[in-house]
């Protein structure tokens, strides 16, 4: 049974990609409207701005708004959802470059502990899976707390979705359900551990 909360936790989902019609923007389009009653999943798309990391960047004050504006809505949230595409069998620059803003201790280590899930859709056959194990490596480094299970590879994106960007395949979207409710129920398991370590 799903528990209920007396509260949304808020999730921020980041897109991997700046095509502007991404599949992976869209997978996540699909998340915000599926999404379980207590999560509240939000689009964060504004990945273009984040300047290439330097690490001569990181003393500006203040730091670049692009920095600034990714730092802070990771800051205000419970958990992250990032769709990866996959670009030759990794992920994007642009998604590794955020990453590592976020590893950084600006103002604190963001990523520490932070419940995560990450999905992805690619037109190919594989739909993201070597792309999906390189984010889980760096994942690893930031200490974020990525759910191990169940993965979702969406392939065939060309199939996936109508005209007007939603996802019309209807096994797609029972994955993704259960996907999603799986990560509430892991956003409230590590925040109810983080809270117990805390006390
Ligand atoms: C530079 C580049 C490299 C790619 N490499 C792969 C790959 O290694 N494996 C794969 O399945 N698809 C690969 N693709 C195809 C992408 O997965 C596909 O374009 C996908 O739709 C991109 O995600 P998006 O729709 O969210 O922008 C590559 C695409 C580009 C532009």
């Known amino acids: 049974m799903h528990p209920q909360h007396s509260y949304r936790h808020r999730i921020l989902a980041l897109p991997g990609s700046l ?13 915000v409207d599926c999404a379980p009653s207590d999560l509240r999943i939000e689009l964060f798309d504004d990945l273009a701005e984040v300047p290439m990391f330097n690490e001569d960047l ?13 730092l802070e809505a990771v800051a ?4 992250l ?31 520490i502990g932070k419940p995560m899930a990450i999905l ?3 037109s190919g056959r594989w739909g993201t899976r070597l792309a999906q194990a390189a984010l889980r ?3 690893t ?3 974020a707390q990525v759910m191990p299970a169940p993965m979702l590879f969406v392939r065939d994106a060309e199939r996936m979705f ?18 999603l409710l799986a990560f509430s129920n892991w956003v409230e398991r590590v925040g109810s551990q983080r809270a117990a370590i805390a006390a």
């Open 120 to 122: 992805g859709v690619s």
């Open 81 to 111: 959802l990032i769709a990866t595409p996959e670009y030759n069998q990794s992920i994007p620059g642009v998604l590794k470059n955020a990453i590592d803003w976020l590893s950084r201790p600006l103002p604190e280590e963001l990523l």
């Open 19 to 31: 095509r502007r019609v991404s599949y992976n923007r869209k997978l996540l389009e699909a998340c």
């Open 162 to 179: 109508e005209d007007d960007g939603t996802l019309h395949d209807a096994a797609t979207q029972a994955s993704l359900h259960a996907f």
């Open 141 to 143: 480094a930031t200490e």
């Open 58 to 70: 990181e003393s500006d004050k203040p730091l670049h708004t692009g920095v600034d504006r990714l």
């Open 137 to 139: 490596q760096t994942l």
């Open 76 to 79: 205000g949230v419970d958990g």
